[in-house]
C-alpha cells in the first residue's frame, strides 16, 4: 500500500487547505490536492491526499471514509495509478 489517498465525493467548496485540514486529525498531511476543471474553474469533486506513512494512509482509510466533510459523505482509498 502506498500512503496516497484518492478522495471522491467532495463538496465544490472544500479546498486544498480544508481537505489537509480534515486529514490532518488521522496523521501528518504531507500534500492534499483538489482537482479543478480547468474549463468551469471549480471542483471535479476529488482529490487527493499524501499521508506522511502507510500506517497513516491506512488509519485515514478506516477513520475517514464515509465520514461527512462540508456536507457530503466522502470516499476514501488508496490511490490508484493512473491509467492510459
Known amino acids: 500500500?502506498?500512503?496516497?489517498?484518492?478522495?471522491?465525493?467532495?463538496?465544490?467548496d472544500v479546498t486544498d487547505e480544508s481537505?489537509?485540514?480534515?486529514f490532518s486529525q488521522v496523521g501528518t498531511v504531507v500534500e492534499a490536492k483538489v482537482i479543478i476543471d480547468?474549463?468551469?474553474?471549480r471542483?471535479?469533486?476529488?482529490?487527493?491526499?499524501?499521508m506522511s506513512s502507510e500506517?497513516?494512509?491506512k488509519a485515514a482509510i478506516e477513520q475517514l471514509n464515509g465520514k461527512?466533510?462540508?456536507?457530503?459523505?466522502?470516499n476514501v482509498?488508496?490511490?490508484r495509478p493512473r491509467e492510459e
Open 1 to 12: 500500500m502506498s500512503n496516497k489517498l484518492f478522495v471522491g465525493n467532495l463538496s465544490w
Open 55 to 57: 500506517e497513516e494512509a
Open 19 to 22: 481537505l489537509a485540514e480534515f
Open 43 to 50: 471542483s471535479k469533486g476529488f482529490g487527493f491526499v499524501t
Open 68 to 74: 461527512e466533510l462540508d456536507g457530503r459523505e466522502i
Open 38 to 41: 480547468r474549463m468551469k474553474n
Open 77 to 79: 482509498a488508496e490511490a
